[in-house]
């Protein structure tokens, strides 16, 4: 596994700045799903990523201090909650989360949350879908207003398909250095944080080539860490 982006919970973002086609996109009728490494320095509530589509629709990765981990969204898509297995004890330790979204009719979908490559809840949201043919993602934050991530995360990794059980559990259990390409089915984005340590600017890139990240925000010690799972 590459390092991590470290965050400091106010205004430090890797994002896109505008929307674009090529970005990782929920806004459609189809399956989508999504997974991290994170390790919290607080237990507040905190947002690790998001992405923006126009007017008020916007859609959101958090966790809680209540040991609890949520997708959601203004306005339409998907949008719900649940609690974690550990409860609070995954605050301060690195942990995979992961969620597999299944666009089931027009205003349903089925939500699989996974914590450490396992399936721990399934959960149907009824949500009028949302589409839009552009997107703009941020990780580490909202790129907005709001409780932004404070710790360090890597390893992300975007679909636009249902990743199974089965592929979230062996990416876990690949280990560090895992290539999520070779054990993801399809993938369209990959953030493994390789960057160099104490890069504070610039880019954070895509494996993938998608769709590269520009860092914004970042002083004092936080930036691209060492630390990582």
Known sequence: MGN???TDGVNDVAEIGTATATAFNPFQT???????????????????????????????M?????????????????????????????WTSWNMYSTSVEVTSASTQTVYFYFNGAL????????Y???N?????????????????????????????????????????????????????????IYNINEAVGTQSGDIADALGEQDLTMAGFDGVYGVSSESP
């Open 4 to 6: 991590s982006l470290y």
């Open 129 to 131: 879908s949302y589409t």
């Open 62 to 90: 958090r966790l809680d201090g209540n040991g609890r981990m949520t997708i959601g969204s203004h306005g339409r898509i998907v949008s719900t909650t649940v609690s974690i297995p550990s409860g609070g004890a995954h």
């Open 133 to 189: 043919t552009t997107a703009e993602l941020a990780l580490g934050g909202t790129a907005r207003s709001g409780a932004d991530f404070q710790g360090y995360s890597t390893q992300y990794v975007f679909t636009e398909n249902l990743v199974p059980v089965s592929e979230w559990l062996a990416l876990y259990n690949s280990g560090s250095g895992a290539d999520p390409s070779v054990v993801i089915t399809s993938p369209h984005s």
């Open 120 to 127: 721990f809840q399934t959960v149907t949201s009824s949500k």
């Open 30 to 60: 189809s399956a989508w799903s999504c997974s991290f490494w994170a390790k919290p320095t607080t237990t507040a509530t905190m947002y690790l990523f998001g992405v923006k589509g126009p007017s008020y629709n916007r859609f959101w």
